[in-house]
């Protein structure tokens, strides 16, 4: 009797943890332990790009080898553009650029580079400290599709960091694009708030639609824009 009575009760509680771990929602699973970094240093699950020793993780955008300037920690555009040897899909994305401290051009030719996501998916950058020029094409914008929400840049030379949060669109029903999202934090300040991305062309980046990885490309306009710290964490 007894013996039952115990086995009953094993019965019931197994059945109680297995009701307690079928009622836990997928999103309350218990939250990964991730090292942060300090001063802008990558996380303890990044995936670094460049860490300012060398260009192992780029290629030129016609798959040669990188021919950027490489000093300081830093590296500077030189002719090409540059892409990621890995492919990704979403991701948090961090990294710091500086538009020439000597300023040259205006408009769209100070100080003009850009990130593009997949390749096709660009938040602009440019010197956009008293710089004027079209709102969805300055510093920070989702080019060609959205302004910023505020200009937070430094000035030129100085070195600025972009933090970003990209989904990518995915194929939705009837062969329509089911939009994907960028959030974006312009040295610290919230510029982009879930901005919508509907995988449609811009005159920057003629690919469009959506893709389940691509590269992150880093764009050649001719300015000689330096980067430095850059990495990523997989967010799929
Ligand atoms: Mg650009």
Request: hydrophobic share 35%.
């Amino acid at each position: 009797m007894k013996t039952r009575a115990i086995r009953l009760l094993r019965i019931a509680a197994a059945s109680m943890a297995l009701v307690s771990f079928a009622a836990a929602p997928a999103g309350d699973r218990e939250p990964a332990v991730v090292t942060p970094g300090t001063a802008g240093s990558p996380p303890s699950d990044a995936v670094v790009l460049f860490d300012g020793k060398d260009l192992s993780a780029w290629k030129s955008d016609d798959g040669s080898e990188p021919k950027w300037k490489l000093e300081n920690g830093h590296m500077e555009v030189r002719g090409k553009g540059l892409m990621t040897r890995q492919e990704f899909g979403a991701i948090q994305l961090h990294l710091e650029w500086a538009s020439p401290a000597e300023v040259k051009g205006d408009g769209q030719g100070r100080g003009n580079s850009g990130v593009y996501f997949q390749g096709r998916y660009e938040i602009q950058v440019l010197d956009s400290y008293q710089n004027k020029t079209y709102f969805n094409g300055q510093a920070a914008s989702f080019y060609g599709h959205n302004a910023p929400l505020v200009n937070t840049s430094r000035k030129p030379g100085e070195w600025q960091t972009y933090d970003i949060v990209f989904h990518p669109p995915k194929p939705g029903a009837e062969g329509k694009v089911q939009p994907g999202s960028f959030t974006v934090l312009h040295n610290g300040v919230l510029v982009q708030d879930h901005i919508p991305i509907q995988g449609d062309a811009s005159v920057s980046a003629k690919l469009s639609g959506a893709t389940p990885t691509g590269p992150l490309f880093l764009q050649d306009h001719g300015n000689p824009v330096r980067y430095r710290n850059i990495w990523v964490r997989k967010l799929d």
